[in-house]
């Protein structure tokens, strides 16, 4: 007979473990297998198989509906469930829905069984069919039948070994919980005689069978043997029944009671360790550094530990027995005997301290914790001395109160905010002031500035607290409620918002550091604005004016300038002025480097009379008279000049033609115009004529002019120096040009760009002077106002960098104290958790130092000139690298040093070491710990003009979006990162001090390459 098998293969089982187990039954059989749902219904109808297989859970949908279309069409037909894992709920409820069996996948050999069992009831069930209208009781087979299966799915799921046998001992059947305990198939175990798994030689054996025997059933402890020959102990319950044909079977229900037995031997070992505790414990007690003992009710010690001896000066022996409160400070024993009250009480109290006075009558600070027995009527009491941990707590609070000073005393404005809703527990007085407020300890900075909300300084400071990474803002724009009225007050601040962090590294709040640059910042503002209005005015004047950098370079120039010049000259690039030819008074050409800008910023001084010729880039031939005033700063130096130029060439033509008729002009009254302001003075300065231009700026009438000396419009401003050579160059008939400041009618003053034009008579000589002005008042206080700020500001910029210098060096002296008094610390004490507190505070104080040595540096740097002295390249790099190769962090580091000095290096010693060091300490300490080739490499070349240096690393690298930061002062990539982020800008501005150059090449987890450029100061 061929049985035929339609398999579902969309089931989430493989479909060759299945086909490899049903090759083991004992029929024919055909496979026809189907993949989708769909064709199911007319599989069954054409094939009409004998047994349906399928991997679907019956929980999901398509189960479901395959099952309903079996029981539709065929529901005699066995249906057997192949899965992975199921529940014995869900597998009850699947039986009673019409599934004939399941199999579990990890128990797949039992397939061939199921199978050959599902076919010989579904036989048994078509011949009840058959036999339906001869048999009433065809229903309560059916119901039997389910009742088999229902039975046999607990057999199958249960977690508890189950065998079947019978009474000849052979087993008949094995649920998958055996097969596991005792390592074979079911298969296997249907070939064994019970005899063959069960430990002949246990004890027990023959009570167990004899009592199943009498009884039906029987339950003990026996031995069994896997399949493998081991041996272990189980649980096995035994019981007699008749299934249902009638005969007679053994169930054999198996617990293994191998763990069991292994936490009753760790039982036992752990009662005997327990035992030699209790016999440690004294033993304990006595090598314990704490002093433990057991005081009772009547405060007097009943047991002491040996400790007491070295902590209190006392034997043991010399202690039990006594009143402790003998022993106590007297000034301490009211709290002491106040805390045992309390801890009897219930209290909780976990430690209180309180002083001892030692046999040698020092005094002992000594921590105690104490619990109360009330059934011992004892105190169960350790005692620690604490001696040491008070001396480095007066130390500590020194030094916490020499901080403090410094909080207080700082320039800048600085504040502690604790917690996430940000409150104030530490302010120096500059923070106070800044914000206009006073009582703000314990309050939160919601409460306190409320008005900082919709500028986003909330957000800033909860960004700050969650993520640990410090802010930075530079002359940021916030609004402070000075007089609690609601009007806010501008206050540009330079500010700092980073992390406070607890000993365990956890954020607890954030630490302030800003400083008000208001002053600054609107100084600067008006500067610019003063420049602004410069650049205007000087676009605006009528006449040609131009300005030049300290090398002659053209920066700024007027639309008077461009028509003069022929042509828009190249900013930053051309020098001095563009014209093609430059001609003196008496014909000789001119050199560039001998105009009159390149001698004013040669010489340092305002150049002004030389008149001459010039030839510009269209042809075109005029007559100047070029004025040129250097900038100079407070130090002397010059670093720029503005020239402005007048162009005489109508008015020399109109000089011409009017000392050819000196004579008959002499009467004439000159027809001005609207934009000039003149006035006419006799050869002795008497004025003869003003216009009204002239009037109205002086604020005298023609009348109280006329007739009056030229000095009544004198401020006394200028120089005598500077008025004797205005009258000798008019008195040789030589026109004058220049800026004159005058006095009003009103006392007040006024600057006009002034020209004076000598008439002459028959004889050469001058009879009268003709004096053109524009009013230039606006610019020069412009001017004055810009030369008195940049004087404050460089004053300013010089006592900070005296201030930080000056903290940065009295900051080193109280560092050394703490390091020693660290030191000591260090040597005089044993114990673990002071030795590590003193590392903590020895790291710290490494740190503070380093960033003070830093600071000093740049101070160092920004206050000092350069000394240029011969450098031996190679000595000073290697002696660099071996004075790093001791720190910690070089352990393993090989250094590679590669120097061609082609040419002696000139530069500044102490400077060009400080490059170095930070650039070598930095790739020192950004190496990775993990690598096991990691290398520094030095190089550098140098030639007459430069010095080429290239410091590499294979360290953890640097990632692209902070690498145009790192030369920012105090820039971190992370606050956890090593460093208060100033070396790498001491580096910076070291290298422009020596007129150099960095760049850096950097990436993560490769490494990382600087490459400077400094200039040789050859001495020649």
């Given at each position: 007979?061929?049985?035929?098998?339609?398999?579902?293969?969309?089931?989430?089982?493989?479909?060759?473990?299945?086909?490899?187990?049903?090759?083991?039954?004992?029929?024919?059989?055909?496979?026809?297998?189907?993949?989708?749902?769909?064709?199911?219904?007319?599989?069954?109808?054409?094939?009409?198989?004998?047994?349906?297989l399928?991997?679907?859970?019956?929980?999901?949908?398509s189960?479901?509906?395959?099952?309903?279309?079996?029981?539709?069409?065929?529901?005699?037909?066995?249906?057997?469930?192949?899965?992975?894992?199921?529940?014995?709920?869900?597998?009850?409820?699947l039986?009673?829905?019409?599934?004939?069996?399941?199999?579990?996948?990890?128990?797949?050999?039992?397939?061939?069984?199921?199978?050959?069992?599902?076919?010989?009831?579904?036989?048994?069930?078509?011949?009840?069919?058959?036999?339906?209208?001869?048999?009433?009781?065809?229903?309560?087979?059916?119901?039997?039948?389910?009742k088999?299966?229902?039975?046999?799915?607990?057999?199958?799921?249960?977690m508890?070994?189950?065998?079947?046998?019978?009474?000849?001992?052979?087993?008949?059947?094995?649920?998958?919980?055996?097969?596991e305990?005792l390592?074979?198939?079911?298969?296997?175990?249907?070939?064994?005689?019970r005899?063959?798994?069960?430990?002949?030689?246990?004890?027990?054996?023959?009570?167990?069978?004899?009592?199943?025997?009498?009884?039906g059933?029987?339950?003990?402890?026996?031995?069994?043997v896997?399949?493998?020959?081991?041996?272990?102990?189980?649980?096995?319950?035994?019981?007699?029944?008749?299934?249902?044909?009638?005969?007679?079977?053994?169930?054999?229900?198996?617990?293994?009671?191998?763990?069991?037995?292994?936490?009753?031997?760790?039982?036992?070992?752990?009662?005997?360790?327990?035992?030699?505790?209790i016999?440690?414990?004294?033993?304990?007690?006595?090598?314990?550094l704490?002093?433990i003992?057991?005081?009772?009710?009547?405060?007097r010690?009943?047991?002491?530990?040996?400790?007491?001896?070295?902590?209190?000066?006392?034997?043991?022996?010399?202690?039990?027995?006594?009143?402790?409160?003998?022993?106590?400070?007297?000034?301490?024993?009211?709290?002491?005997?106040?805390?045992?009250?309390?801890?009897?009480?219930?209290?909780?109290v976990?430690?209180f301290?309180?002083?001892?006075i030692?046999?040698?009558?020092?005094?002992?600070?000594?921590?105690?914790?104490?619990?109360?027995?009330?059934?011992?009527?004892?105190?169960?009491?350790?005692?620690?001395?604490?001696?040491?941990?008070?001396?480095?707590?007066?130390?500590?609070?020194?030094?916490?109160?020499?901080?403090?000073?410094?909080?207080?005393?700082?320039?800048?404005?600085m504040?502690?905010?604790?917690?996430?809703?940000?409150?104030?527990?530490l302010?120096?007085?500059?923070?106070?002031?800044?914000?206009?407020?006073?009582?703000?300890?314990?309050?939160?900075?919601k409460?306190?500035?409320?008005?900082?909300?919709?500028?986003?300084?909330?957000?800033?400071?909860?960004?700050?607290?969650?993520?640990?990474?410090?802010?930075?803002?530079?002359?940021?724009?916030?609004?402070?409620?000075?007089?609690?009225?609601?009007?806010?007050?501008?206050?540009?601040?330079?500010?700092?918002?980073?992390?406070?962090?607890?000993?365990?590294g956890?954020?607890?709040g954030?630490?302030?550091?800003?400083?008000?640059?208001?002053?600054?910042?609107?100084?600067?503002?008006?500067?610019?604005?003063?420049?602004?209005?410069?650049?205007?005015?000087?676009?605006?004047?009528?006449?040609?004016?131009?300005?030049?950098?300290a090398?002659?370079?053209?920066?700024?120039?007027?639309?008077?300038?461009?028509?003069?010049?022929g042509?828009?000259p190249?900013?930053?690039?051309?020098?001095?002025c563009?014209?093609?030819?430059?001609?003196?008074?008496?014909?000789?050409?001119?050199?560039?480097?001998?105009?009159?800008?390149?001698?004013?910023?040669?010489?340092?001084?305002?150049v002004?009379?030389?008149?001459?010729?010039?030839e510009?880039?269209?042809?075109?031939t005029?007559?100047?008279?070029?004025?040129?005033?250097?900038?100079?700063d407070?130090?002397?130096?010059?670093?720029?000049?503005?020239?402005?130029?007048?162009?005489?060439?109508?008015?020399?033509?109109?000089?011409?033609?009017?000392?050819?008729?000196?004579?008959?002009?002499?009467?004439?009254?000159?027809?001005?115009?609207?934009?000039?302001?003149?006035g006419?003075?006799?050869?002795?300065?008497?004025?003869?004529?003003?216009?009204?231009?002239?009037?109205?700026?002086?604020?005298?009438?023609?009348?109280?002019?006329?007739?009056?000396?030229?000095?009544?419009i004198?401020?006394?401003?200028?120089?005598k120096?500077?008025?004797?050579?205005?009258?000798?160059?008019?008195?040789?008939?030589?026109?004058?040009?220049?800026?004159?400041?005058?006095?009003?009618?009103?006392?007040?003053?006024?600057?006009?760009d002034?020209t004076?034009?000598?008439?002459?008579?028959?004889?050469?000589?001058?009879?009268?002077?003709?004096?053109?002005?524009?009013d230039?008042?606006?610019?020069?206080?412009?001017?004055?106002?810009?030369?008195?700020?940049?004087?404050?500001?460089?004053?300013?910029?010089?006592?900070?960098?005296?201030f930080?210098?000056?903290?940065?060096?009295?900051?080193?002296?109280?560092?050394?104290?703490?390091?020693?008094?660290?030191?000591?610390?260090?040597?005089?004490?044993?114990?673990?958790?002071?030795?590590?507190?003193?590392?903590?505070?020895?790291n710290?104080?490494?740190?503070l130092?380093?960033f003070?040595r830093?600071?000093?540096?740049?101070?160092?740097?920004?206050?000092t000139?350069?000394?240029?002295?011969?450098?031996?390249?190679?000595?000073?790099?290697?002696d660099?690298?071996?004075?790093?190769?001791?720190?910690a962090?070089?352990?393993?580091?090989?250094?590679?040093?590669?120097?061609?000095?082609?040419?002696?290096?000139?530069?500044?010693?102490?400077?060009?070491?400080t490059?170095?060091?930070?650039?070598?300490s930095?790739?020192?300490?950004?190496?990775?710990?993990?690598?096991?080739?990691?290398?520094i490499s030095?190089?550098?070349?140098?030639?007459?003009?430069?010095?080429?240096?290239?410091?590499?690393?294979?360290?953890?690298?640097?990632?692209?979006?902070?690498?145009e930061k790192?030369?920012?002062?105090?820039?971190?990539?992370?606050?956890?990162?090593?460093?208060?982020?100033?070396?790498?800008y001491?580096?910076?501005?070291?290298?422009?001090?020596?007129?150099?150059?960095?760049?850096?090449?950097?990436?993560?987890?490769?490494?990382?390459?600087?490459?400077?450029?400094?200039?040789?100061?050859?001495?020649c």
């Amino acid at each position: 007979m061929i049985i035929k098998v339609l398999l579902l293969e969309n089931a989430p089982v493989e479909i060759d473990l299945i086909r490899s187990n049903i090759n083991d039954v004992d029929f024919n059989y055909i496979i026809k297998s189907i993949k989708l749902i769909d064709a199911l219904e007319s599989a069954v109808l054409n094939l009409s198989p004998d047994i349906i297989l399928s991997g679907y859970s019956l929980l999901d949908c398509s189960g479901i509906e395959a099952l309903q279309i079996r029981n539709k069409l065929y529901p005699s037909i066995p249906f057997i469930i192949i899965s992975e894992h199921i529940e014995i709920d869900s597998c009850i409820e699947l039986l009673k829905q019409g599934v004939t069996d399941i199999v579990l996948k990890q128990n797949i050999s039992s397939l061939p069984h199921k199978l050959s069992r599902a076919l010989k009831k579904s036989c048994n069930t078509n011949n009840d069919v058959l036999l339906k209208q001869r048999d009433n009781d065809h229903s309560c087979k059916i119901k039997l039948s389910k009742k088999e299966a229902w039975l046999q799915a607990i057999f199958d799921n249960s977690m508890e070994a189950i065998l079947i046998a019978n009474t000849d001992g052979y087993v008949l059947s094995a649920n998958p919980a055996a097969c596991e305990m005792l390592q074979m198939t079911v298969q296997e175990l249907a070939k064994r005689h019970r005899s063959d798994i069960v430990d002949l030689t246990d004890v027990n054996l023959p009570r167990f069978i004899r009592e199943r025997i009498e009884k039906g059933r029987c339950k003990g402890e026996l031995g069994l043997v896997r399949k493998d020959g081991t041996r272990f102990p189980a649980m096995v319950t035994s019981v007699m029944f008749k299934d249902t044909f009638g005969k007679e079977r053994i169930s054999l229900t198996i617990r293994d009671l191998s763990k069991f037995k292994e936490n009753q031997k760790k039982l036992a070992k752990t009662t005997t360790d327990l035992q030699d505790a209790i016999n440690d414990l004294n033993k304990i007690m006595d090598s314990s550094l704490d002093v433990i003992c057991t005081i009772n009710e009547e405060n007097r010690f009943v047991q002491i530990s040996a400790a007491c001896k070295s902590s209190w000066g006392y034997e043991p022996r010399e202690l039990i027995g006594k009143n402790y409160l003998r022993f106590i400070v007297l000034e301490d024993q009211e709290a002491t005997i106040q805390t045992d009250t309390e801890i009897k009480n219930g209290k909780p109290v976990r430690t209180f301290e309180n002083r001892i006075i030692h046999k040698n009558g020092t005094i002992v600070y000594t921590m105690w914790s104490a619990k109360w027995d009330e059934d011992e009527k004892l105190f169960y009491c350790t005692a620690k001395d604490i001696s040491e941990k008070k001396r480095i707590e007066k130390a500590y609070e020194v030094e916490r109160q020499r901080f403090l000073d410094v909080y207080n005393l700082s320039p800048a404005c600085m504040t502690i905010l604790k917690g996430p809703n940000h409150i104030f527990e530490l302010a120096n007085p500059l923070y106070l002031e800044l914000i206009g407020k006073k009582d703000i300890i314990g309050k939160s900075v919601k409460e306190v500035l409320p008005e900082l909300k919709e500028q986003g300084i909330f957000e800033l400071l909860n960004t700050v607290y969650i993520t640990g990474e410090s802010y930075i803002a530079n002359e940021k724009l916030v609004k402070f409620d000075l007089e609690g009225n609601g009007e806010l007050t501008d206050k540009y601040l330079n500010f700092l918002y980073q992390a406070h962090r607890d000993l365990d590294g956890n954020i607890d709040g954030i630490f302030v550091f800003s400083i008000d640059v208001t002053e600054q910042v609107l100084s600067r503002k008006k500067i610019e604005e003063s420049e602004k209005l410069y650049r205007q005015l000087i676009n605006e004047l009528p006449i040609a004016a131009y300005s030049c950098d300290a090398e002659g370079k053209i920066t700024c120039f007027n639309n008077a300038a461009v028509r003069l010049w022929g042509k828009e000259p190249e900013i930053g690039k051309d020098l001095f002025c563009v014209f093609k030819k430059i001609t003196s008074q008496d014909g000789q050409i001119i050199p560039r480097h001998m105009t009159p800008m390149a001698i004013a910023l040669e010489e340092a001084r305002t150049v002004s009379g030389y008149a001459g010729t010039i030839e510009n880039a269209k042809g075109e031939t005029r007559f100047i008279l070029p004025h040129v005033v250097p900038y100079i700063d407070s130090s002397g130096k010059v670093t720029g000049a503005v020239n402005v130029l007048t162009d005489l060439t109508e008015s020399r033509a109109v000089q011409k033609d009017l000392e050819l008729r000196n004579r008959e002009l002499a009467d004439y009254k000159f027809a001005l115009d609207e934009s000039s302001i003149v006035g006419i003075t006799d050869q002795k300065g008497i004025i003869v004529h003003a216009n009204e231009n002239f009037c109205k700026i002086s604020k005298y009438s023609k009348d109280e002019l006329i007739g009056q000396d030229h000095k009544i419009i004198s401020s006394d401003y200028h120089s005598k120096e500077y008025i004797r050579n205005l009258w000798k160059t008019i008195a040789h008939g030589e026109t004058w040009k220049g800026e004159l400041r005058n006095k009003a009618k009103d006392g007040s003053y006024y600057w006009v760009d002034t020209t004076i034009t000598p008439f002459l008579n028959s004889k050469g000589k001058p009879y009268q002077y003709v004096a053109t002005r524009f009013d230039i008042t606006e610019r020069k206080n412009a001017e004055l106002i810009l030369e008195k700020q940049n004087h404050e500001l460089l004053k300013t910029n010089k006592e900070l960098d005296r201030f930080v210098y000056s903290v940065s060096h009295d900051l080193r002296s109280p560092l050394t104290s703490i390091q020693g008094l660290a030191s000591i610390i260090e040597d005089e004490t044993k114990e673990p958790e002071t030795l590590e507190h003193v590392q903590m505070i020895k790291n710290n104080i490494n740190r503070l130092d380093e960033f003070t040595r830093k600071i000093l540096s740049y101070s160092r740097n920004n206050r000092t000139d350069l000394e240029i002295q011969t450098i031996p390249i190679k000595e000073t790099i290697a002696d660099i690298v071996l004075s790093l190769q001791n720190i910690a962090n070089a352990q393993g580091i090989s250094f590679d040093i590669d120097v061609k000095e082609n040419s002696t290096f000139y530069s500044d010693k102490f400077r060009f070491k400080t490059i170095l060091e930070n650039l070598i300490s930095n790739a020192i300490k950004y190496h990775k710990d993990c690598n096991s080739d990691k290398f520094i490499s030095v190089k550098a070349i140098s030639d007459d003009n430069i010095l080429q240096l290239k410091v590499s690393d294979n360290g953890i690298g640097i990632p692209l979006e902070y690498q145009e930061k790192i030369f920012d002062m105090f820039f971190r990539i992370s606050s956890k990162a090593e460093g208060s982020g100033i070396g790498l800008y001491i580096v910076k501005d070291t290298i422009d001090k020596l007129e150099g150059s960095i760049n850096v090449c950097s990436q993560v987890k490769t490494g990382t390459t600087f490459e400077i450029i400094l200039k040789n100061f050859k001495i020649c």
